[in-house]
């Protein structure tokens, strides 16, 4: 079991950018893909962003392509997400998971941060 610590939301204004941290800590990263998602108030949490295992394939959902940026740093076991030109829609707790390279299911989840973009 991998242990996710998130970090880095806040209240910021449209247009501005944070960026998010998701620290891992019980294994190395080095054996999971990971994933940014989010959970607005009333809705179903969504996938966001992913990246294998290795850094390659970042994939996006349509709403953040050409504005949020995943990468990772196996070496510090930690996962990042940069957040760049933020809309209220934005505005959600965000969620890392973590998926072992052999299974299809996203088994490891941090506790959550909260990131507000206010108009």
């Known amino acids: 079991q991998v242990q996710l610590v998130e970090s880095g939301g806040g209240l910021v204004q449209v247009g501005g950018s944070l960026r998010l941290s998701c620290a891992a800590s019980g294994r190395s990263l080095a054996n999971y893909a990971m994933g940014w998602f989010r959970q607005a108030p009333g809705k179903e949490r969504v996938i966001v962003a992913s990246?294998?295992?290795?850094?390659?394939?970042?994939h996006y959902t349509d709403s953040v392509k050409g504005r949020f940026t995943i990468s990772r740093d196996n070496i510090k076991n930690t996962v990042y997400l940069q957040m760049n030109s933020l809309k209220p829609e934005d505005t959600a707790v965000y969620y890392c998971?973590?998926?072992?390279?052999?299974?299809?299911?996203?088994?490891?989840w941090g506790q959550g941060t909260q990131v507000t973009v206010s108009s």
């Open positions: 998971a973590a998926r072992p390279r052999e299974s299809v299911k996203w088994v490891d």
């Open positions: 990246i294998w295992w290795n850094g390659a394939f970042p």
